[in-house]
Nanobody, 123 residues
Framework: QVQLVESGGGLVQAGASLRLSCAASGRTDISLAMGWFRQAPGKDREFVAV????????SYSDSAKGRFTISRDNAENTLYLQMNSLEPEDTAMYSCAAFDSQQIIAGVPPKYWGQGTQVTVSS
C-alpha cells in the first residue's frame, strides 16, 4: 500500500505561482511512477503531469506544458508540481497518484490516490 498526502494548495491571483507537494509513505522501497491530476467542479478528472520512478522521464498535458514542472525527491519520498503563470482555468482539486510500476505506461491508470489539495486562481 502507498499513502499519499498533498499540500501546498491555496488561493492566488492570476499570474502567480504555487508549488504542490505530495508526501508518500508505505511502499516506498520502490520508486513508482507518479503523477498529478486535477478535477474542476462539474468536470471530469484530467491528467496534468506524470513522472517516471527515476525522475528521468516526464510528460505533461497540453494545458500544463510550458507552465508546470513535475519533479520528485526519492530520498524524501516527495513529489512536486511547480505551477507558474496560473490562470483561473487552473482552478481545481489537485490530486497526486502513484502507479503500480516504475515506468510510465500509456493507458494504465494509477493505483493509489491522495485526497487532494484545492487550488483556486482568481482573475
Amino acid at each position: 500500500q502507498v499513502q499519499l498526502v498533498e499540500s501546498g494548495g491555496g488561493l492566488v491571483q492570476a499570474g502567480a505561482s504555487l508549488r504542490l507537494s505530495c508526501a508518500a509513505s508505505g511502499r516506498t522501497d520502490i520508486s513508482l511512477a507518479m503523477g498529478w491530476f486535477r478535477q474542476a467542479p462539474g468536470k471530469d478528472r484530467e491528467f496534468v503531469a506524470v513522472i517516471s520512478g527515476s525522475g528521468h522521464r516526464a510528460s505533461y498535458s497540453d494545458s500544463a506544458k510550458g507552465r508546470f514542472t513535475i519533479s520528485r525527491d526519492n530520498a524524501e519520498n516527495t513529489l512536486y508540481l511547480q505551477m507558474n503563470s496560473l490562470e483561473p482555468e487552473d482552478t481545481a482539486m489537485y490530486s497526486c497518484a502513484a502507479f503500480d510500476s516504475q515506468q510510465i505506461i500509456a493507458g494504465v491508470p494509477p493505483k493509489y490516490w491522495g485526497q487532494g489539495t484545492q487550488v483556486t486562481v482568481s482573475s
